[in-house]
T-cell receptor, first 113, second 117 residues
Framework: DAGVTQSPTHLIKTRGQQVTLRCSPK?????VSWYQQALGQGPQFIFQ???????QRGNFPDRFSGHQFPNYSSELNVNALLLGDSALYLC????????????FGDGTRLSIL | AQSVTQLDSQVPVFEEAPVELRCNYS??????LFWYVQYPNQGLQLLLK??????LVKGINGFEAEFNKSQTSFHLRKPSVHISDTAEYFC???????????????FGTGTRLLVSP
């Protein structure tokens, strides 16, 4: 049973560019959340998707957007990249009708030059 | 707003010694609490969770935590650590939006456990 998978594992971009990160949830999960983890910090909640709609959002600018597909997979898009966007981006999945904890992928390490 | 405080940024300890990693939370509603571990260049792995019931929670790799509502704490303990326990440990609280029921995790800043021989 595959867990949460994320791609790519590493990515290098320059300021002003755009990036798309991808996530496939754990089998049986229908809700996907995205977190940003800056170096030396705890993960910060970006947003959450369920039934292809954004359901809640953290304190991130509109440059951060997302999408969820009918197969529950998800994308995180970041436009107009800034140096401060350099971080580990973590995807977590869960089942909507459950209080069970979120399962995390290994993340995408994004470096902005 | 809910928040999590991990008082120690780094905890050095010798192999086979006991360890306690401290976590305090603030929340005005019922909470679900978690400890996650992060090894270098990896994502987060769930160590243990408190949803309800017994306040002493046992997790993987010999870790346990105690939920203390009066002190709003959820400290993580292990009676005897191994070199392989060296990692970053994150305490988190699940915050539920009352009108929708959707939950998100609020994390502390993490505690780096350094186990030396």
């Amino acid at each position: 049973d595959a867990g949460v998978t994320q791609s790519p594992t590493h990515l290098i971009k320059t300021r002003g560019q755009q990036v798309t990160l991808r996530c496939s949830p754990k089998s049986g999960h229908d809700t996907v959340s995205w977190y940003q983890q800056a170096l030396g910090q705890g993960p910060q909640f970006i947003f959450q998707y369920y039934e292809e709609e954004e359901r809640q959002r953290g304190n991130f600018p509109d440059r951060f957007s997302g999408h969820q597909f009918p197969n529950y997979s998800s994308e995180l898009n970041v436009n107009a990249l800034l140096l401060g966007d350099s971080a580990l981006y973590l995807c977590a999945s869960s089942a909507r009708q459950s209080n069970q904890p979120q399962h995390f992928g290994d993340g995408t390490r994004l470096s902005i030059l | 707003a809910q928040s999590v405080t991990q008082l120690d940024s780094q905890v050095p300890v010798f192999e086979e010694a006991p360890v306690e990693l401290r976590c305090n939370y603030s929340s005005s509603v019922s909470v679900y609490l978690f400890w996650y571990v992060q090894y270098p260049n990896q994502g987060l792995q769930l160590l243990l969770k408190y949803l309800s019931g017994s306040t002493l929670v046992k997790g993987i790799n010999g870790f346990e935590a105690e939920f203390n509502k009066s002190q709003t704490s959820f400290h993580l303990r292990k009676p005897s650590v191994h070199i392989s326990d060296t990692a970053e440990y994150f305490c988190a609280v699940s915050v539920k939006t009352l009108n929708t029921g959707f939950q998100k995790l609020v994390f502390g800043t993490g505690t780096r456990l350094l186990v030396s021989p």
